[in-house]
C-alpha cells in the first residue's frame, strides 16, 4: 500500500468513525425524547426499537474500522510485555493473521446476507415498517473496513519487522 492509500484508508475510517458518532448522537436525543413521552404521555414513541437497533449497528460496525487503525481494541499484554519487541510485533502479524481469516469469513457471510436483504426489501414489522437492509450493509460495509485496515497493519508491521525497528501504532 502507497502512503497515499494509507490517507485514503485513514480518510474513510474516520468518516465511518463520524458516522458512528453521529448515530450515538441520533440514539442519545432520541432515547431522551423516548423518556419524555413516557413521563408526560404515559407511552413510548413509536419506532423507538427500531431506531435503537439500527443506531446500534451503526454505531458498532462504523467505529470499528477506525478502532482497528488506532489499535483501540480491548487487549491484554501480559505475555506481550514479556517478550521483545521484535517478538511482539511477529506475535501482532500472526495475530493480524488469523483476524484476516475471520474477518474475510465475516465479510462473506453478511455480504450474503446483505445482498438477498436488499434484493429482497427486508423490512422488519413493528410499530412501523422499518428497512433492514441498510443495517445489513452497514455490518458488511463495517467488516471490510476493518479488514483492509488489518491488511494496512499487518503490512506495517512486516515492514517495522524487516527493517528492524518497533512501531507501535502502525501508522
Known sequence: MTEKSFKLLDAIAKGFAIIASTATLVLMIALCADVVSRVVM??????????????????????????????????????????????????RILAGFFTLVFL??????????????????????GLLEWPVWPSRWAITIGLVLALIVTLKLIATDIRSLLQGKENNHGR
Not at 427500531?50 to 462504523?62: A, D, K, M, N, R
Not at 457471510?109 to 436483504?117: E, H, K, L, M, P
Request: charged share 15%; hydrophobic share 45%.
Open 42 to 91: 404515559h407511552r413510548s414513541l413509536p419506532g423507538m426499537v427500531e431506531l435503537s437497533e439500527t443506531c446500534l449497528v451503526f454505531i458498532i460496525f462504523g467505529g470499528m474500522g477506525y478502532a482497528s487503525l488506532e489499535r483501540a481494541h480491548i487487549g491484554v499484554d501480559i505475555l506481550s510485555n514479556a517478550v521483545s519487541q521484535t517478538m511482539r510485533v511477529s506475535m
Open 104 to 125: 474475510t469469513w465475516a465479510v462473506y457471510a453478511t455480504g450474503r446476507r446483505a445482498i438477498s436483504s436488499f434484493a429482497t426489501g427486508e423490512y422488519k414489522f
